[in-house]
């Protein structure tokens, strides 16, 4: 297994991970059409957009139809696709430029950044987006809802972020907010590091994009794996890796435990070896809410 120096060199790479975006308003929100003015900021891979929202209302108001509108009201879309606000940055990036089948047919560059994302302040998507409010209380639901289930998958139960202080418990959603590793990192090795107990389960979720067909949009087509993975390979005391992890889940994408034949597995937008361990992966390179999110690259 990874040191205890080495896993927190990986932890300390992904926190300082970010991506340039180029930020747009959307044509009908704006009184000059498409001649509005670009935001352009390098923001952490691991943060959610919604937290831009207050800077980029501010940034836009000049410019807004209506500028007395909320800026809860603000959502961000790539080429038409509305992008789900609860998926850290660099996972949607990951999804639709990173490792998108569509772009393994494009002759254009892959990956091509900055990131060029468009906010709108009009026509929500109610159909794919639940509505977000003033408070922000529906943004925190549902990340302490995301860490309550990575919790119940490590331990069997949600005890552990269920008995946080209150304190704690703030002091969590703050470091989110603020972006605040030594704040975060502090609460969450309480819930990684529950008592000494070994863990059950891993927490790890797979998003495979696929090509849509001409019935459907892009946005529908995104199939989410989640089946329990332990720390330890079946029928053996050897610890379990990515790979067999993959194979498992996955056999007819991943056929061989040890090389990637068909799709790679992406994590923070690099490919991820399958010698790899899931529980040294789930303690240094987790998102913000204690689970691993991985994408795939053909």
């Not at 297994?1 to 992904?14: E, F, I, K, S, Y």
């Not at 529950?194 to 529908?220: D, K, N, T």
């Amino acid at each position: 297994m990874t040191t205890p120096a080495g896993l927190r060199g990986l932890q300390d790479a992904v926190w300082k991970g970010s991506l340039p975006l180029e930020i747009r308003l959307a044509p009908q929100d704006c009184q000059v059409y498409d001649q509005a003015d670009l935001y352009l900021i390098h923001y952490p891979r691991l943060a959610y957009l919604p937290f831009l929202l207050p800077i980029l209302h501010a940034f836009f108001a000049s410019f807004l139809i209506a500028p007395e509108i909320n800026s809860v009201d603000g959502w961000f879309s790539f080429e038409g696709v509305p992008l789900k606000w609860h998926y850290p940055l660099g996972l949607l990036y990951d999804l639709f430029s990173g490792a998108s089948p569509l772009q393994a047919q494009a002759e254009e560059p892959q990956n091509p950044l900055p990131w060029r994302l468009t906010l709108h302040f009009s026509g929500w998507p109610a159909d794919q987006l639940v509505p977000l409010d003033a408070e922000g209380k529906v943004l925190h639901d549902a990340f302490i809802n995301s860490v309550k289930e990575a919790d119940f998958l490590r331990n069997g139960s949600a005890k552990e972020i269920m008995t946080l202080s209150k304190n704690d418990s703030t002091q969590l959603w703050k470091s989110v907010e603020a972006y605040d590793f030594d704040r975060y990192n502090s609460i969450s090795q309480k819930l990684l590091y529950a008592h000494g107990a070994p863990l059950r389960h891993i927490p790890m979720r797979i998003y495979l994009p696929s090509l849509p067909s001409e019935s459907e949009g892009v946005s529908h087509h995104l199939k989410v794996v989640q089946l329990p993975v332990t720390p330890l390979a079946p029928n053996s005391r050897e610890p379990q890796t990515l790979g067999s992890a993959l194979h498992s889940l996955l056999p007819s994408l991943f056929p061989s435990r040890r090389t990637p034949i068909l799709a790679k597995p992406v994590l923070h937008g690099a490919v991820v070896p399958m010698s790899a361990l899931v529980e040294d992966l789930l303690r240094s390179v987790a998102y913000l809410d204690a689970a691993l999110a991985k994408t795939t690259r053909n």
